[in-house]
Nanobody
Framework: QVQLVESGGGLVQAGGSLRLSCAAS????????MGWFRQAPGKEREFVAA????????YYADSVKGRGTISRDNAKNTVYLQMNSLKPEDTAVYYC????????????????????WGQGTQVTVSS
């Protein structure tokens, strides 16, 4: 059974930091693109960050560029999202997703291109 399990969310004050983790099991994702999306209350899910299978290419939404860093450890089948200088508008449920080896260009930003999803972890940033 393929599973993606996010962790690391919580309540943090504005300006603080969090490191989200996504542990994959059931199969190896070392050859797959991985991404993070988020969904705030009353809003659609949106792209946050993505990383190629090798970690050589990373992609960020403008809203987190300069504050977020996505990384992966293929030996641990785990992907991370470090978020710094958090703002109240970063409050959302953060989802990890696994794509496919043949990602290119816009695929990384496109929700429907991802095949597996975690259940999400809540991030709440207080002002």
């Amino acid at each position: 059974q393929v599973q993606l399990v996010e962790s690391g969310g919580g309540l943090v004050q504005a300006g603080g930091s969090l490191r989200l983790s996504c542990a994959a099991s059931g199969r190896t994702f070392s050859r797959d693109a991985m991404g993070w999306f988020r969904q705030a209350p009353g809003k659609e899910r949106e792209f946050v960050a993505a990383i190629s299978w090798s970690g050589g290419r990373t992609y960020y939404a403008d809203s987190v560029k300069g504050r977020g860093t996505i990384s992966r450890d293929n030996a641990k089948n785990t992907v991370y999202l470090q978020m710094n200088s958090l703002k109240p508008e970063d409050t959302a449920v953060y989802y990890c997703a696994a794509g496919a080896p043949n990602f290119s260009g816009s695929y990384y930003y496109t929700e429907r291109r991802y095949n597996y999803w975690g259940q999400g972890t809540q991030v709440t940033v207080s002002s």
